[in-house]
T-cell receptor, first 112, second 115 residues
Framework: GNSVTQMEGPVTLSEEAFLTINCTYT??????LFWYVQYPGEGLQLLLK?????DKGSNKGFEATYRKETTSFHLEKGSVQVSDSAVYFC???????????FGKGTMLLVSP | GAGVSQSPSNKVTEKGKDVELRCDPI?????LYWYRQSLGQGLEFLIY????????KSGLPSDRFSAERTGGSVSTLTIQRTQQEDSAVYLC?????????????FGPGTRLTVT
């Protein structure tokens, strides 16, 4: 079956540091890949997505590239802010299926 | 416009009682999803509806869990004879239609605590 593995958190960074959150996946077909973010006290929001190999999703300074050869979709940001503190979820949606398979989430804590 | 809403926001119940959780999707969204977020397990899919029918119930953890959707809108997730392991945040999402092209919009969740 499908699965998503994320690095465990919390990830603790100082403001303006570089961020990488690793995500790898297992799927039988050709999935679409997503990063969702959950800010404290709020619901999940779609951050970015990529639907085919070598696609790069980007939003709010965050980027992730769909790497089929390494089955990865790592999230990066060049300079994090305190307001980026949240839980980040990597997810996949396999073609022909409507449901999302999520990783366990990675908490990011950014200090001033 | 209004987003996905869920009620109640918090529910504390005694072991063995039944609970009902409600989800109001975004108006016009035909697909509706239920997920469960629990410590150590992350987000797990439970069931999804396209219109009033549920093509995929594969995530329901036991026959104590059931869900229905009426009028292609509101959905109710029912947990019978609750157990402590049912304690979690139950999330609802909706999308314009089912399929990978349609973004799922999530509600704030219902936090269920079984004592």
């Amino acid at each position: 079956g499908n699965s998503v593995t994320q690095m465990e958190g919390p990830v603790t960074l100082s403001e303006e540091a570089f961020l990488t959150i690793n995500c790898t996946y297992t799927a039988t077909g050709y999935p679409s890949l997503f990063w969702y973010v959950q800010y404290p006290g709020e619901g999940l929001q779609l951050l970015l997505k990529a639907t085919k190999a070598d696609d790069k999703g980007s939003n709010k300074g965050f980027e992730a590239t769909y790497r089929k050869e390494t089955t990865s979709f790592h999230l990066e940001k060049g300079s994090v802010q305190v307001s980026d503190s949240a839980v980040y979820f990597c997810a996949l949606n396999e073609a022909g299926y409507s449901t999302l398979t999520f990783g366990k989430g990675t908490m990011l804590l950014v200090s001033p | 416009g209004a987003g996905v809403s869920q009620s109640p926001s918090n529910k504390v119940t005694e072991k063995g009682k039944d609970v009902e959780l409600r989800c109001d999707p975004i108006s016009g969204h035909t697909a509706l999803y239920w997920y469960r977020q629990s410590l150590g397990q992350g987000l797990e899919f439970l069931i999804y509806f396209q219109g009033n029918s549920a093509p995929d119930k594969s995530g329901l953890p036991s026959d104590r869990f059931s869900a229905e959707r009426t009028g292609g809108s509101v959905s109710t997730l029912t947990i019978q004879r609750t157990q402590q392991e049912d304690s979690a945040v139950y999330l609802c999402a909706s999308s314009l239609s089912s399929g990978v092209s349609y973004e799922q919009y999530f509600g704030p969740g219902t936090r269920l605590t079984v004592t």
